[in-house]
C-alpha cells in the first residue's frame, strides 16, 4: 500500500474538515459531510487489520500517519510510525513513534499467523515439541527445543528483551 503523502492534503485542509483529539487520539468531522458523517461525529473506519483510516478528498489515509501529520507542522513521517502500545488504532500522539521497519517490527505484541504458530509470541510448534528463535541484525538466532509452548514463548520473551531494544514489553 503507498502512502498518499504526495496529494495536496494541507494542514488548512485538514482544519477545515477534521479535528484531531491527541489525548484520545480521535478525529472529529468539523462539518456534515453526509447523511452518514455529522459533524462532531468520530471520522473514519477501522479495517479488518485494525488500523484506522479516514477518506479526505475521496482519498484514504491511515489515521496515524494523519495525527503526525497534525502534530508536526504538516510533514509526513520519513519512516514508519510504530504504536508503542501495540494497539493499532490507539492514535494519540503519546503513543507514535517514528521508527524503521526494523524497529518497528521489534515491537510486535502478537504472535504472527502461520501454520506453525501456537498463538504465543516467538513459539512454534516443532516434532513433538516447540521451537523458538528471534531474528537480530536479518539473521535468525536459534533459542531452542521446549517441551511446552509456554517454555518457547518465555525463552522468546527473554531474548526479546535483551535483543530488541524497539520493543515496550
Known sequence: MRFREKDPLTLEVLAERLRYEPDTGLFRWNYERSYK????????????????????NGLEYFAHRVAWFIT????????????????????????????????????LKKARRDNLSTGLLGAYAYQKGFTSYIQVNKERMYL??????????QAYMAA??????GNTL
Open 37 to 56: 458523517a455529522k459533524k462532531d461525529q468520530v471520522a473514519g473506519y477501522t479495517r479488518g487489520d485494525g488500523y484506522t483510516r479516514i477518506r479526505i
Open 72 to 107: 508536526h507542522n504538516g510533514t509526513w513521517p520519513v519512516a514508519e510510525i510504530d504504536h508503542i502500545n501495540g494497539v493499532k488504532d490507539d492514535n494519540r500522539i503519546s503513543n507514535l513513534r517514528e521508527a524503521d521497519r526494523i524497529l518497528n517490527l521489534q515491537n
Open 144 to 153: 531452542g527445543w521446549f517441551k511446552t509452548a509456554e517454555d518457547a514463548h
Open 160 to 165: 526479546k528483551r535483551e535483543l530488541h531494544p
